[in-house]
């Protein structure tokens, strides 16, 4: 045979390469590379993996099995999706998939009879696509007989059960017809169905026998068709002979059991497991103690020892930690961390998301999901987001809302208006408080909004204020603003009278700032000696108890010294305005 390159995981971004030949001294030389949150691959399982977590959740715990599916299913569509640019992407979530898929075929697949052996072979020939690759070169050879890899890959197909394939060459050599026949009368789980695994233990060991007894009784005309013959009958000595063929002990094991303990169950599946890790000693990794405590049935074992072997990436321990936990395979006991062993991992995936400017929603689920610890990382998360604008810090702020964290989602909309304010955006600033429900903050930046048009005469950007509703009951200022920018509308709109109703109202009501008094003064101006067209007596706009009201409110101010030196000439302008208006509304309601 010749020689093979072997390769182990150290962890996730490190992988060691090495010479699998027995005949050689072991050489080796280890590649890493960066894990990388901005990858699309990357992008792509952590948007897919949180839509079948959410249903998880939503599903609380039932129909785990093909939640698990689904998980596997995305890894899949992912590496396939990879081309040879993203080998070391492809590579990450290869080894995401092969943790996942033993994981799922020991605690949560639902196993008919307990036998295990049909999904690690699915699995194995998932992981392992050479035999078929192989193939496919060896049938392009006019005589593929020739081809020098032609029997390596005739027990290659054997060992992963691929039995008519195998077939197919074997008939083109010399002993082919003699072996081809037992390959097609041995008894195969899949093919079973409508038995009872008793019966089929019964065929398969019939079978295996009439194996044994024609090997001792067998004249090949080539030595390779003997090893075939052993294969079939069990011998370990020639899986140990083409160890290099299956690359791995899970691989190699797998290959055993189908030809020695076809109907293998999950508990005593770790006593093969440790023969085979014996005989790739001088191979172990990290992933290869991952995969041997899922074999020994020690979900916190292959939980912690993800958690050591991924530390820079924690998308496969957090998912795995949970579907364990609803599949019933994991409880929720806390631990030194303060919390579960779910929830840790949970808690330190959310982490990973939550300051990325992609995943930051996606982490907010992923906390909420933690009951313990969840609230407490989210008030120390959501401050440290970047807000960069608008559109995201009101997404932050609707993502608050949604899980029920108004304090949280309050002190967004302060760090917004506070913002706002410094750039005298005067309305973005007023909305941000609105929204934290902030009253000091609504009634100063009101008062700003008044002071600045006591200066320049206008408004500016306040539309929004037509569509507050029962949010300008929230402040006495913010009621004044909007019933001032009514009043205003009323005037442009030509309807005088319940413009002066209105004005009359405000001043009467002292909801506006005391020194806004005698700009609401100066606003009746335009209304005294006005005409009401509307009235059928055609009667001034401003009646008595309305000028008295006004007059009395030019006392006040001149009692509480509320007026400058420079505002003497209005006031008086003012004065003889009303008491014009005065005469003139008696006179019209004495007619």
Known sequence: MDDHVGASWLNENKLMLFNTSLENEIDFKVESWEANLDSLINKYIVFEGHSVFSEVQLSNGNDVQSHSHAYRSLLRAAIQELGPENEDDKKLVALYELVWSFCEVLFIEHLPGGCVLPYLMELMQWHFPQPVETLNDVLTFEEPMEHPKFWDCVVSLLFQGQINEAVALLKITPDGGELTSFLEKMPLLNNFSGHSLSEFKISWSMWQENCKQNLESANFVLDESSDILEILCGNLDVFVKYKDLAQTWYHLMTSYLLYTMPTVTVVTLHHQA???????????????????????????????????????????????????????????????????????????????????????????????????????????????IPLEN??????????????????????????????????????????????????????????????????????????????????????????????????????????????????????????????????????????????????????????????????????????????????????????????TNLASSFLNELW
């Not at 005298?424 to 008044?450: C, F, N, P, R, Y």
Request: hydrophobic share 40%.
């Open 274 to 384: 440790k023969d085979m890790m014996g005989i790739y000693k001088d191979y172990l990794n990290p992933l290869d103690e991952i995969l041997f405590s899922a074999m020994e049935f020690d979900a916190h074992s292959v939980l912690t020892q993800c958690i050591t072997q991924f530390r820079n990436n924690w998308w496969l321990s957090a998912h795995l930690a949970d579907i364990l936990y609803h599949a019933k395979q994991l409880d929720d006991t806390e631990l030194q961390y303060g919390c579960s062993l779910r929830e840790y991992t949970l808690l330190h995936y959310a982490s990973e998301l939550i300051f990325h400017e992609d995943f930051w929603s996606i982490g907010m689920d992923y906390f909420m999901e933690c009951k313990k610890l969840g609230k407490s990382y989210l008030e120390i998360a959501v401050p440290r």
């Open 390 to 579: 608008q559109n995201k810090a009101l997404r932050v702020w609707s993502a608050c809302e949604k899980h029920g964290l108004v304090s949280i989602g309050s002190n967004v909309c302060r760090v917004m208006s506070s913002a706002a304010n410094q750039s005298d955006q005067l309305g973005l600033a007023l909305i941000w408080s609105l929204q934290a429900k902030d009253l000091v903050s609504v009634t100063k930046i009101s008062e700003t909004i008044l002071d600045n048009y006591i200066e320049t005469g206008g408004f500016s950007n306040l539309d929004f204020l037509d569509q507050l509703g029962n949010n300008k009951l929230l402040s006495n200022r913010l009621m004044f603003l909007g019933k001032y920018r009514e009043f205003h509308s009323l005037i442009k709109t030509q309807q005088q009278k319940k413009a002066a109703d209105l004005l009359v109202s405000l001043v009467e009501s002292n909801l506006g700032p005391p020194r806004f008094q005698i700009t609401l003064l100066l606003d009746s101006l335009p209304l005294i000696n006005d005409v009401d067209e509307t009235s059928e007596s055609s009667g001034v706009v401003m009646d008595s108890r309305q000028t008295h009201v006004l007059l009395k409110a030019l006392e006040d101010m001149q009692i509480k010294k509320l007026l400058k030196e420079s505002d003497m000439q209005k006031i008086e302008t003012i004065r003889l305005a009303l008491v």
